[in-house]
């Protein structure tokens, strides 16, 4: 299966936030941390140091996974999301792979991420590349029950 992995332009934009509303409201809610970094990612994640990407297939937009940047050395993987119709193909453990090599040559040294426990393949997805449950502080994402971090 051929993916490739693309880096985020303003004609991808629509993309990210309609690949991230989908999972929200499948499982959750749209927070209003959400919507704002969503409707403007270039201003809530680019222009603050953060990257995002964009899992192409078959032509069509299938994916996406963002770096946010928090400190120079540490960014959190978030806004990961695949499309309802491609999941189980592989499309998520391809951008896991790519965040991390980007990562890695941008001398990031460490990586967090929020999640909730009831989104199992995620999280079997974190544990498999080597994220480990640390402490949650409160008031990040409401929906988040689970910390974790990666030191590359």
């Known amino acids: 299966m051929q993916v ?27 927070e209003e941390g959400d919507k ?7 201003g809530q994640i680019i222009d603050k140091g953060g990257f995002i990407f ?3 297939y078959a ?7 963002s770096l946010l940047k928090k400190t120079n050395e540490i960014f959190e993987l978030g806004k990961m999301a695949v499309s309802k119709h491609s999941r189980g193909l592989g499309i ?10 980007f990562a890695k040559q941008q001398d990031i040294r460490e990586l967090i991420l929020y999640s909730n ?8 997805l974190y544990r498999k590349f080597g994220f480990e ?8 994402y409401e929906r988040g029950n689970i910390k974790m971090k990666k030191i590359l």
């Open 92 to 101: 998520g453990n391809q951008l896991m792979e790519h965040c991390l090599e």
């Open 117 to 124: 426990t009831k989104l199992e393949p995620a999280i079997h």
């Open 133 to 140: 449950e640390i402490e949650l502080e409160a008031g990040v």
């Open 54 to 56: 964009f899992a192409k």
């Open 59 to 65: 032509e069509e937009i299938v994916g996406t996974a």
């Open 36 to 42: 704002a970094s969503l409707s403007d990612p270039q």
């Open 4 to 30: 490739e992995i693309i880096p985020y332009s303003t004609e991808l934009k629509e993309h990210l936030k309609a690949l991230n509303y989908e999972w929200l409201e499948e499982y959750f809610h749209v």
